[in-house]
């Protein structure tokens, strides 16, 4: 099957199976697979101009909501920190996408950036792993109170919730700055707003990654909505340069992550958060590393 915009022949099958795999494993951690899948696209199908950013957008607005679902009918939709990562990411991934278009075109030049960011993200991610288990083995295990999210609160200065018996409480202006930095590099990158949100919030806040998920791949979807637009607006400015997303391809990608999403967040509940926040690291430092040349 021939792609016009991406200029790339794929059997069908391929990006649906692709896109269900690696959904799976990383929704269950409130990441939707796109910044793996764009690797994917730019060394295994050859897609890589700065249309593959905004065909990854796509695959999150179709495979996204799945999850989203599974999440709130569950009751672990945290949706104060929700709404504090779509309001500080979405300008991000405006300006991002800017940066993407004028000054990134070349795919060599934002890999690199972005691989030192997933980098540190991962080594941070690991630490707290390994943290976790010293822990572990030193503390009693606690019964579980509650398995939903409650009590939750919002203001300028601080929010917070309960869940499983604690009170968890970070601050609004650190949450909103964090999404703002992790915004832009989601747009520059093309995987949304909230995509690689969700390990700043287990490693540097000590949110549970039960919690943090649903608000992650929130954010992703609406600031993945807003990136899809913003690049196809931008085909009419700078039209000797491919930025518009392959609808088609991106569609495929999407009804494969949607079948991953919901499965990745029907079973997280039975995967226990050590093994999410493994899954998470293996695939953010597989993806540094394959950016910075070492395979």
Known sequence: MYFPVADIEVQPWLPPLVA?????FTSMGGVSGAFLLLPFQVSYLGFT?????????????????SGVYRYIREGRMVWPLTWAVII????GVLVGAVIRIRYLPDPALFKKFVAMVLLYIGIRLLLD?????????TQQPQKIQNNTVTNTFFSFKSLGYSFEGRQYRVS?????????????IGGVYGIGGGAIIAPFFVSMFALPVYTVAGA??????????????????????VPEISV????????????????GMYCGARMQRYVPAG???????????FTAFHYLGFF
Do not use: E, R, Y
């Open 216 to 237: 992650a791949l929130m954010g992703t979807l609406i600031t993945s909505f807003a990136g899809v637009l913003f690049f196809q607006l931008m085909t009419h400015f």
């Open 172 to 184: 609004t202006p650190a949450i909103l700055v964090l999404s703002l930095v992790v915004g832009l």
């Open 49 to 65: 101009s700065p249309s593959v950013s905004a065909t990854n957008h796509i695959f999150n607005v179709v495979a996204i909501p």
């Open 129 to 137: 792993i390994f943290v976790s288990k010293k822990k572990k083995t």
């Open 88 to 91: 500080g990411t979405l300008p």
């Open 244 to 259: 518009g997303p392959d609808w088609m391809l991106g569609i495929l990608f999407g009804i494969g992550g949607f079948a």
């Open 275 to 285: 093994l999410i926040k493994s899954i998470l690291c293996f695939c953010i430092l």
């Open 20 to 24: 269900f795999v690696i959904s799976f």
